[in-house]
């Protein structure tokens, strides 16, 4: 298992911009993927954007072109830039990771074994 630990959510006004980070050691998987969730109050969890090691990546429909998903291999951390903020995007984000086999594709639906414990992102309009 790998520990993650989430920073960077905070209050913003529509329209403008975070950086989430998500630490962890996820290189002891070797091939793997890593996400970014997120869940608002009375919604379920939804996936934002997933990366593999090979710097494949995806993003939902909805965060296309102002949300983008890195990662620092050297800092063992991952990023979420957010752009252009609007209140809908608002409520907790997670990371998450897990190990995949080499061939196998990240996807939204993946099924991610170790969670962070979230970063609260709070969008007024």
């Known amino acids: 298992q790998v520990q993650l630990v989430e920073s960077g959510g905070g209050s913003v006004q529509a329209g403008g911009s975070l950086r989430l980070s998500c630490a962890g050691s996820?290189?002891?998987?070797?091939?793997?993927?890593m996400g970014w969730f997120r869940q608002a109050p009375g919604k379920e969890r939804e996936a934002v954007a997933y990366i593999a090691d090979n710097g494949n990546t995806g993003h939902r429909n909805s965060v296309k072109g102002r949300f983008t998903i890195s990662q620092d291999n050297a800092k063992n951390t991952l990023y979420l830039q957010m752009n252009n903020l609007a209140p809908e995007d608002a409520g907790m984000y997670y990371c998450?990771?897990?190990?995949?086999?080499?061939?196998?594709?990240?996807?939204?639906?993946?099924?991610?074994?170790?969670w962070g414990q979230g970063t609260q992102v709070t969008v007024s309009s």
């Open positions: 998450a990771a897990a190990p995949r086999q080499f061939g196998q594709a990240c996807t939204s639906t993946y099924e991610y074994v170790d």
């Open positions: 996820v290189y002891t998987y070797g091939h793997y993927c």
